[in-house]
C-alpha cells in the first residue's frame, strides 16, 4: 500500500488561524484583544486625567494673573513712613495699588504724606501718629487704630523689613 501524501502550503495567516482554530477560540482571541485595547485606553485616559490640577495650577494663573492686592490684601501697613526709606517703601506700595496705612511720629508730615500719596497714587491712605521710643503702650494704641476698621492687610513695610535683618 502506498500512502500518498499530500502537501499543504499555507498562503495566509488568516487561512492559517481558520483552519487551526475552532471558531470559538478565534472569537475568544477578538474579545481579548479587544479587552486589552479597553484597559490600555483607561490608563491613558487616567494618566491625562491626572496630569489636569498641574497644568491648571501652572497655566491658570498665567491665563488670569493675580493683582498684588488680589494675592496679599487690600492694605500696606507701613512704619516710619515720613522717613525716606518709609516714605519710598509706601509710593511704591500705593503706585501698585495697595491702600496705605502710615505709622510715623512726625504727625504734620504724617498728613502731608497721606494727602499726597491719595491724590498722586488715587488710593486711600491715612496715618497714624505713634511714636515708638514710648514704649509698649504705643503697640495697643496701633492695634487699636488698626482693629477699628476692618482692614484686609496684606503688607506690614519696614518694620518686618528690619526683623527679617535680625533673624
Same mark, same amino acid.
Not at 31 to 43: D, E, P, Q, R, S
Not at 68 to 87: E, F, M, N, P, Q
Not at 124 to 153: M, P
Given at each position: 500500500? @502506498? ?5 499543504? @502550503?499555507v498562503?495566509?495567516v488568516?487561512?492559517?488561524? $481558520? *483552519? #487551526?482554530?475552532?471558531?470559538? =477560540? ?7 484583544? &479587544? ?13 491625562? !486625567?491626572?496630569? %489636569?490640577?498641574g497644568? !491648571?495650577?501652572y497655566? &491658570? ?8 492686592t ?6 500696606a501697613? %507701613? =512704619?516710619?513712613a ?8 509706601? /509710593? +511704591? ?5 495697595f491702600?496705605?496705612?502710615l %505709622?510715623?511720629r512726625? &504727625?504734620?508730615?504724617l ?5 499726597e500719596?491719595? @491724590?498722586? &497714587?488715587s488710593? $486711600?491712605? !491715612?496715618?497714624?501718629?505713634?511714636d515708638?521710643f514710648?514704649?509698649?503702650?504705643? !503697640? *495697643? +494704641? %496701633? +492695634? /487699636?487704630?488698626?482693629?477699628t476698621?476692618?482692614?484686609?492687610i ?5 518694620l518686618? #523689613?528690619?526683623?527679617?535683618f535680625?533673624f
Amino acid at each position: 500500500m @502506498s500512502h500518498a501524501h499530500t502537501k499543504m @502550503s499555507v498562503d495566509s495567516v488568516q487561512f492559517l488561524v $481558520q *483552519n #487551526l482554530f475552532d471558531p470559538w =477560540t478565534v472569537r475568544l482571541v477578538d474579545w481579548l484583544f &479587544y479587552a486589552g485595547v479597553a484597559v490600555g485606553v483607561t490608563k491613558i485616559a487616567q494618566g491625562l !486625567y491626572s496630569l %489636569i490640577p498641574g497644568v !491648571y495650577t501652572y497655566f &491658570y494663573p498665567k491665563l488670569r494673573p493675580l493683582s498684588l492686592t488680589d494675592k496679599y490684601g487690600r492694605w500696606a501697613v %507701613i =512704619t516710619g513712613a515720613t522717613s525716606s526709606l518709609g516714605t519710598a517703601f509706601a /509710593k +511704591e506700595l500705593a503706585a501698585c495699588g495697595f491702600d496705605v496705612v502710615l %505709622i510715623s511720629r512726625s &504727625y504734620d508730615n504724617l498728613l502731608d504724606m497721606a494727602s499726597e500719596i491719595q @491724590s498722586q &497714587y488715587s488710593v $486711600q491712605a !491715612y496715618g497714624i501718629h505713634a511714636d515708638f521710643f514710648l514704649g509698649q503702650s504705643v !503697640y *495697643n +494704641e %496701633i +492695634e /487699636k487704630a488698626l482693629l477699628t476698621d476692618t482692614l484686609d492687610i496684606g503688607v506690614l513695610g519696614k518694620l518686618l #523689613l528690619v526683623l527679617s535683618f535680625l533673624f
